[in-house]
């Protein structure tokens, strides 16, 4: 072995001092470069694993909250529906209302006209009795010449009237 050694020109001193200068170099880059490296990626390993962890959970609650969501849209839906219905029942109500008091108003105002005609006509009839009075009277007058009898001619007067009046009622 020792030729062996001499044949490949090793030195041992040397090969003793390059394995210890090796261990110092190893236990030196695992203590300040491999070691903060490995706690660095597993710290990042850890936050990895949290960021995942997170994103499951967010995952989750938009789904809880797209799932509430949509009830309260239903909810909400379903109450503008109930609000929409009672304004239509409300509208329809106020309609048939508006429609009794129209019908009213129409009737009142049917029976004012009514009341009206009727005023109209009695004062028209006691015109119409006046002027035929008077038609009377100087028809009589004309007819009997110049008779003087004043009771006479009262007397025929009331009794054409009566017939008059017969006639228009």
């Known amino acids: 072995m020792n030729e ?3 044949n490949f020109g090793i ?4 090969l ?3 394995a210890i200068n090796f261990t110092i170099l ?5 203590k300040f470069a491999f070691g903060p490296l490995m706690k660095m990626l597993k710290t990042r390993r850890e936050e990895i694993e949290k960021g995942i962890t997170l994103t499951r959970d967010a995952e989750i609650t938009m789904k809880r909250v797209n799932e509430d969501r ?3 849209l239903l909810g909400a839906r379903g109450e503008a529906l109930g609000i929409i219905q009672k304004a239509e029942e409300d509208a329809s109500e106020k309609r048939v209302g508006i429609v009794q008091g129209a019908e009213h108003q129409a009737e009142k105002m049917l029976d004012e006209a009514k009341r009206r005609l009727e005023e109209e006509k009695g004062k028209i009839k006691d015109e119409v009795y006046k002027d035929t009075r008077e038609l009377v ?3 009589t007058v004309h007819v009997l010449g110049k008779m003087s009898a004043s009771e006479r001619d009262e007397k025929l007067i009331e009794e054409a009237l009566k017939e008059l009046k017969a006639t228009y009622k």
């Open 16 to 18: 003793l001092a390059q």
């Open 70 to 72: 949509e009830e309260v």
């Open 137 to 139: 009277r100087a028809a």
């Open 26 to 30: 190893l236990f030196l880059l695992k």
């Open 4 to 6: 062996f050694i001499h």
């Open 11 to 14: 030195d041992w001193k040397l």
